[in-house]
């Protein structure tokens, strides 16, 4: 059998089949995920992915995550589960700029 992964990006679509398979495989963090790419919380920069969550934004970029999560275990986050679907489906907001730019004008 494919793994999720295989099956995701040769479907490109996110079928009920694969939401069941995402939340056996990933459990909770599955599930938000899952929640993260209905609520179109992704979106993609010219530098990085950016998921919207529940304590500000958190940068994804070549597996690596700027959450807590991710940062004490240096395991999968919903993040990074929520950036692997988004890329697999297209599922992702687009964003003509660069999100290092935006801590420049946050700053000042």
């Given at each position: 059998m494919k793994d999720l992964w295989q099956q995701l990006c040769?479907?490109?679509?996110?079928?009920d089949a694969l939401r069941v398979g995402i939340v056996a495989e990933y459990g909770?963090?599955?599930?938000?995920?899952l929640d993260a790419?209905?609520?179109?919380?992704?979106?993609?920069?010219?530098?990085?992915f950016v998921v919207a969550g529940s304590t500000g934004?958190?940068?994804?970029?070549?597996n690596v995550c700027t959450c807590r999560?991710?940062?004490?275990?240096?395991?999968l986050c919903w993040h990074l589960i929520?950036?692997?679907?988004?890329e697999a489906t297209g599922t992702f907001e687009t964003i003509?700029?660069?999100?290092?730019?935006?801590?420049?004008?946050?700053s000042t």
């Open positions: 040769e479907k490109k679509v996110l079928d909770s963090r599955g599930a938000k995920a790419i209905d609520r179109h919380l992704i979106k993609k920069y010219l530098d990085f934004e958190h940068v994804v970029s070549e999560d991710f940062a004490f275990r240096q395991k929520a950036v692997r679907i988004a003509n700029a660069w999100y290092q730019d935006s801590w420049k004008n946050k």
